[in-house]
């Protein structure tokens, strides 16, 4: 394939975590606004966790 | 002297396994061969489109960063196991090996990133089948 999108790895696992967020939340949870909750959630905590990781591989290499 | 003895040992309630209703069985081929479709066949409208573009979408932006597509039987195991994952992704993924798309080897980073969003668009369809599943057997509302 002659397309090539480059993506940065924080800007990948931003838009892994957005879509995959989104299908958690519709298919975890019951009613609509536990839906957006949920996804939230998840959303955060993927962040939250791939920024955490981040930071700890870089001081773990040093 | 009779028995007046009436007390009887109940067996326990049997969980009872839900019917394959026509709709909960087009909910699971709709579901996997288009991502989003098990939910829209039963007017989830919003639900079903929420779906389809986040898989879709995580599909297409595999392919664009030249993610692999697994084939089967390659020999290796953990192809087999990606495989497995694509192979979740239904409509995306035969249409994909039809058009040879993503018959690429991982060469740079952004190419396994790809890789992984192909593989995972498949494990997440698989979530939303089943979820479509559920709703067309009543278990979700």
């Given at each position: 394939?002659i ?5 940065s ?5 931003v ?8 299908v958690?939340g ?9 839906m957006v909750?949920?996804?939230?959630y998840?959303?955060s905590?993927f962040?939250?966790g791939?920024l ?5 591989m870089r001081?773990l290499?040093? | 002297?009779?028995?007046t003895?009436?007390?009887?040992t109940?067996?326990p ?14 909910a ?6 288009i991502p ?5 066949a ?15 979408s ?8 030249n993610g692999?597509?697994y084939k089967?039987?390659?020999?290796d195991l953990l192809?087999?196991?990606?495989f497995?994952?694509?192979v979740g992704a239904?409509g ?24 992984k ?6 494990l ?8 479509a599943?559920h709703?067309?057997i009543g278990?979700?509302?």
């Amino acid at each position: 394939m002659i397309l090539a999108l480059q993506l940065s790895h924080f800007s990948a696992a931003v838009t892994f975590s957005l879509f995959s967020s989104i299908v958690f939340g519709i298919c975890f949870r019951g009613n609509p606004r536990d839906m957006v909750r949920y996804g939230a959630y998840c959303f955060s905590v993927f962040v939250v966790g791939m920024l955490v990781a981040g930071w700890a591989m870089r001081f773990l290499h040093r | 002297m009779a028995n007046t003895d009436t007390t009887t040992t109940e067996t326990p309630a049997r969980p009872t396994t839900p019917p394959l209703t026509v709709m909960a069985a087009l909910a699971i081929a709709f579901g996997w061969l288009i991502p989003g479709a098990g939910h829209l066949a039963q007017k989830k409208w919003i639900r079903g489109l929420l779906l389809m573009v986040s898989v879709c979408s995580m599909f297409a932006l595999g392919l664009a960063m030249n993610g692999k597509v697994y084939k089967p039987n390659t020999g290796d195991l953990l192809d087999m196991l990606g495989f497995v994952g694509d192979v979740g992704a239904g409509g995306l993924y035969i249409l994909s090996r039809l058009m040879e798309w993503g018959d690429v080897a991982i060469a740079a980073a952004t190419s396994d990133y790809g890789t992984k969003f192909i593989v995972v668009a498949g494990l997440l369809n698989v979530i939303s089948v089943v979820d479509a599943y559920h709703i067309a057997i009543g278990k979700k509302p």
